[in-house]
């Protein structure tokens, strides 16, 4: 079975700086992992994936999230935050077994950028 | 331009009445799926579809159902809503290639008087 943690509910971060939201997975294959944004009265929008190759993957809108197989984790970051960063993420996996095409997300952390 | 549509966006009815929501894609995807959203509990899958014709069940599939007459349609059937049925229905659909990206409908808000 594969499931998605993401721990925080909410995350506040000053403007302008760093941001992380965590996601951390569970597999019994390898996994294909996704980040996606929800802004108000809106469908989720695609930000990036890590599908094979390199760790660090770079996405929209300056975002960037850094594959970690020993410590199953996904984390979102980006260097510098705005305030038109505040929104709903979701991580998602799809364990990449024979025949599985199921794609399962986390419960959301909301991401407010404090001017 | 590439699109999942949704329609109708928002939709107030009462508990029994039958409805359904449509969703189109114009992307020639194999895959399609309906999730809930609902707070605090993420997107939860409701039915998916591989292709024309094939169907199955995902995580909470009871008072819905689905078809799979034509590949760019999926609509999401509730034979007789229910107030635990108000929510957030997103329709979702990508290629079956590995690893390929899925793209979402704007979403559906329901509410079951």
């Known amino acids: 079975a594969q499931s998605v943690a993401q721990p925080e509910d909410q995350v506040n971060v000053a403007e302008g700086n760093p941001l992380t939201v965590k996601c951390t997975y569970s597999?019994?294959?390898?996994?294909?992992l996704f980040w996606y944004v929800q802004y108000p009265n809106r469908g989720l929008q695609f930000l990036l994936k890590?599908?094979?190759?390199?760790?660090l993957v770079k996405g929209s809108y300056g975002f960037e999230a850094e594959f970690n197989k020993s410590q199953t984790s996904f984390h979102l970051k980006k260097p510098s935050a705005l305030v038109s960063d505040s929104a709903l993420y979701f991580c998602?996996?799809?364990?990449?077994?024979?025949?599985?095409?199921?794609?399962?997300f986390g419960t959301g952390t909301r991401l407010t950028i404090i001017p | 331009e590439a699109q999942v549509t949704q329609n109708p966006r928002y939709l107030i009815t009462v508990t029994g009445k039958k409805l359904t929501v449509t969703c189109s894609q114009n992307?020639?995807?194999?895959?399609m799926s309906w999730y809930r959203q609902d707070p605090g509990l993420g997107l939860r899958q409701i039915y998916y579809?591989?292709?024309?014709?094939?169907?199955d069940k995902g995580d909470v599939p009871e008072g819905y159902k689905v078809s799979r007459k034509e590949k760019r349609n999926f609509p999401l059937i509730l034979e007789s809503p229910s107030p635990n049925q108000t929510s957030l229905y997103f329709c979702?659909?990508?290629?079956?290639?590995?690893?390929?990206?899925?793209?979402f409908g704007p979403g559906t808000r329901l509410t079951v008087l």
């Open positions: 579809s591989m292709n024309v014709e094939v169907t």
């Open positions: 998602a996996v799809r364990d990449t077994g024979f025949g599985n095409e199921k794609l399962t």
């Open positions: 992307m020639n995807h194999e895959y």
């Open positions: 597999v019994s294959g390898n996994p294909y």
């Open positions: 979702a659909s990508r290629r079956t290639s590995q690893g390929d990206t899925q793209y």
């Open positions: 890590y599908i094979t190759g390199d760790n």
